[in-house]
């Protein structure tokens, strides 16, 4: 069984937002609903200043407290490590919104919290997910953690990574190249 | 009759207000409510835990009669109970218009999260209903040996499940101004406020109507004295409690906690916190009650009052201030500054009135549909027993 991960690189990120245009389109997502959002943030003094640009989404937690709080198991931690939502359970009750320390949910018409899926579809076919594949600058790679071979690993091994508020204990599956 | 006649005529009003609101909410969902991705609890939420902690409340001093034997109560249990009931059923009417898929709701049954205290506290709250049902069947039917038995279950059913409601909030992790470890102790602490501010203005409302007999309102009036001592105390509690959260939070370093407490010291917030809060919960019963001595009941009456609004706004400014703090993400990111929007929209307010007016519905339908007053079946129980009665016809020995 395949443990995912995803290795985004920020620093290479134009902020063009392709990646939430096409994870819209692919998921055929409701107008103010979105799986995927890019951080701005200025940095410095003009005339030094910079914009600093992050990707955030559903950060998929090994430790995920949505799931801790969900009374029905609605949502729920599948063995390859993807934060699912089965729609039937949910009873709407907003718990998992409040208690996810990154914002990734958004309600739908329907009053369900819906968020990031990782496209397990397109991962379990060895395809990157619309927001990968669409990128001009491969800011995001997912892939394998247990497999040493995988893509993800070896670049992983090349760089200082980071995880976005580990502090909150949740242990993300997303990792930031420093 | 006629002043009953005004009370059914404003609550079926509120009602049916309420009901539009409701039906406006079931129409279109979150749009029309003051909830947002950013703070997904909105009022209905304060409104659900009022409710319910009013009937916690209303428990805790019945169980006073039959779990702590202060039967001075006596008189009250039977009325308690109805009250409760009522509030209970209403505060779950709150939360079902709150929860977006409602009828999914048969999957705590059928797919249980042990880890999730929503579980727990739906498990509690509704075998609390179910005992507080069975409870006063026996009370109306004046069955001492079995409400002996059942009341104090109903008691530790009634804490367990508001303790748990706080950990509903105390433990949402992300959000610094809810996870305290002694909110589940606050929210057992303010129930009990709650109820006796209920009481107090029952006991007002009884004492004045003409449907009441004249026993059971003599019974009713050797009450204010150890009622004002009880709020009194327990408001001195409270008000230690908030101090020492004062002090914790703006000199502690939880994320989100010390600027939700700005909210109040001097944001967004900060009117209604000092004037419905701290005045209305706490300033003015304790003047009223310290001052009005020589007419308890009406001081009593208007602390009630005075209780119940601030309490309510106390549970929307607890709901809004825990996420109107935007989490701190990306420190320095636009999102993290600045303060998430909050408001309660009409279709929220009506359905709160639908609260309020169900409540006092159900009420008075009690009162027609049963004998809510003591007399008969002390007598019969004590003549049977020849038990000992005291002057004001309680028995002190059971
Ligand atoms: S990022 Fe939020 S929604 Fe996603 S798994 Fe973690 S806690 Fe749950
Ligand atoms: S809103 Fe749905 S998914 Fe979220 S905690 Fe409630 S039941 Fe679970």
Redesign the interface.
Known sequence: MARYGLLIDASKCTGCHACSVACSMYNELEEEVTYNRLEFIERGKYPHAVMEIVPLQCMHCDNPPCATVCPTNATFKREDGIVSIDENKCIGCKACMTACPYDARNLNEGRIPEKCRWCPEMLENGKQPACSSTCMNEVRLFGDLDDPGSEINKKMAQHEVKQIIPEKGTQPRIYYIK | MLKQKLWIGISALLVLIGMAGMINIFLH??HVMG?T??V??GSLIGAYVFFVATSTGLTFISSLAHTFKVHKFDVLTKRMTLASIATLLMGFVMIGIE????L??V??I????F?????WM?LLYSFYLALHVVEFYFQLKGDHKKINVISPIVLAVAVAAQSTLGA?FG?????GYWNDAYISIYFILLAFISGLAFVSIMMFLMSKADVISKKTKDQISQLPPVMSKMILGLLAAAVFFNVWKWIYTLSGNVPGQADAAMLMAGGALTLPYWLLEVGFVFVVPIVLLLTLKKQQGLALMLSGLSMLIGIFAMRMIMVFA??AIP?????????ATGLREFSITWSEWATFGFGVGGTILIYILGEKLFNLNLEDDHHTESEKSGEKMTNTGYKYAR
């Not at chain 2, 929860?99 to 409602?102: E, I, Q, T, V």
């Open positions: 969902g979150e909830t991705n950013y997904p609890w929860l977006g898929n409602p999914a709701m999957y705590i059928l797919s249980p999260n880890t999730a205290p929503i579980f739906g509903v433990m949402a992790v992300a959000r825990g996420q989490l701190n993400i990306i420190p320095g990111a636009e999102s």
